[in-house]
């Protein structure tokens, strides 16, 4: 069995997200204690996985990662002192609970990220690494800190069957079937509006390939074989925290 397609346990899916939590922060996508990521425990109803609330990302480890429920408790005694931001999973918990194919949930609030999210026009088809999410991108707009859980309902439908979304003067947010989806998604998406601020930034008039030629390329990323590359490219991308 492939490793993309094998079962984990709940050992190992708290190992592959502590370091999912880690590589997040190698390539500065943190913003502090605030952000999540969160991954479901396969075989249970509705369990996750998410941060220990104060533990800064790259000293992410295992052991600081809580077991909750849907609505943010945990499932698990905790020390003295130890909590979890229940709040910070109302976005979470929304794609979880109504995207059952996805096994990893990952937030950003980078500066990349909320230039782009504050953007008329949003991600703009103006990179190979932006054409992947072609069509394939929602948007939701910025309703205050997602602190309401009426707000999930939108959050929902403004996601619809994709995998990616922005929220709008806000940040990124992705999922994935597997951890190491997630992880090539947040990374490609963080790396499209990177070249989007850039490119706009200098003034220049921008080339826009037709709208064949994006679809075209964002098939080609759809091809068969999809997971089995992102669990290639996770693979090598944890030899960077050895």
């Known amino acids: 069995m492939n490793p993309a397609d094998a079962p984990m346990s709940e050992l190992q899916v708290r190992e592959e997200l502590a370091a999912l939590y880690r590589l997040v922060a190698h390539f500065r996508m943190t913003d502090h204690i605030d952000t999540h990521i969160s991954a479901r425990i396969p075989g249970t109803p509705d369990h996750f996985l998410i941060n220990r609330w104060g533990v800064l990302f790259h000293e992410m480890g295992p052991q600081d990662l809580v077991k909750i429920d849907p609505q943010g408790n945990p499932l698990e005694q905790l020390p003295e002192g130890v909590r979890v931001n229940s709040a910070g999973f109302t976005i979470h918990s929304a794609v979880h609970m109504a995207r059952h194919d996805l096994a990893c949930v990952v937030h950003t609030h980078t500066a990349d990220g909320i230039a782009v999210s504050a953007q008329t026009e949003g991600l703009l088809p103006i990179s190979q690494h932006a054409m992947r999410f072609h069509n394939r991108i929602g948007y939701h707009d910025y309703q205050g800190i997602a602190l309401d859980l009426d707000e999930r309902d939108s959050l929902v439908a403004d996601l619809g069957q994709h995998r990616a979304m922005i929220l709008r003067n ?73």
Request: hydrophobic residues 40%; contains cysteine.
């Open 170 to 242: 806000h940040g990124l947010l992705v999922g994935g079937r597997t951890i190491a989806e997630a992880w090539v998604n947040i990374h490609y998406l963080e790396r499209a509006c990177q070249a989007q601020v850039k490119a706009t930034s200098s003034g220049a008039p921008l080339v826009r390939p037709s709208p064949e030629v994006c679809e075209r390329t964002a098939q080609q990323f759809e091809r068969e074989g999809a997971l089995q590359y992102c669990q290639l490219h996770w693979e090598s991308a944890k030899r960077l925290l050895a």
